[in-house]
């Protein structure tokens, strides 16, 4: 399989500074997602910008201290820089502290029939208004927008992508103003004409997006 698992994780966060090295039952937030990841058996490497992670993940992390506006462009990045070099990414978030080997591989699969992908799965009701909680409006296995603010319809997308390494060498520079305002890297792709396709999975965990987030991951896993 010619394709890599990238982590990008940045030591400053506006909702939630030092997350990656949150601990959960012990275990640093980055640490637990790149563990899933690599037992998957599918390549693993951590990119990030700060030399505390580095030494939780080792010589499976690049540090790159460019000031890059998001994720998919440090793996953009890494790909161009040579850190690493395959035919497909599939770029896990660093917040998906419940990430499954079946997610991934939905990801990874619907590159197949397109040069960029991520997954969904449904909504709970609890977090149609939560801004927190990406929604996705969507035309069968294909995206059509992405927001926060959306309340009431649309499926929850969850923080994984794929793409081509000749889509992420290709990702757009240009930020429009829907980007902006939602804080949302997946919309440039959108804006500039390209298609994502979107692969339904079941997920039941938590996204570890701010110190509430912390707390009821804590909350559910003592149970």
Known sequence: MNAAILIPARWGSTRFDGKPLAELN????IKRVFDICKSTEIDTYVLTDDQRIYNVIGPNCFIDK?????????CQGAHKKGFVDYKY????QGDMADVTEEIISAAYVTLKNCDVSTVYTTMPKEKQNDPNTVKMVRANNRALWFGRG???????????????????E???KIVSQ??????LE?????????????????YKG??????????EWHNKNSQ
């Open 178 to 183: 829907e980007e902006e305002i939602e804080k």
């Open 26 to 29: 012990g275990v640093p937030l």
């Open 150 to 168: 959306m309340t009431g319809y649309g499926d929850w997308h969850l923080g994984i992508y794929g793409y081509s390494a000749e889509a992420l």
């Open 66 to 74: 460019h000031p890059y506006e998001n994720g998919t462009e440090r």
């Open 206 to 215: 938590i996204e570890i997006n701010t110190p509430e987030d912390l707390e």
């Open 89 to 92: 990414y599939i770029n896990v």
């Open 170 to 172: 290709k990702y757009p």
């Open 186 to 202: 997946q919309i440039r792709w959108l804006k500039n004409g390209w298609q994502i396709g979107c692969n339904s999975v079941q």
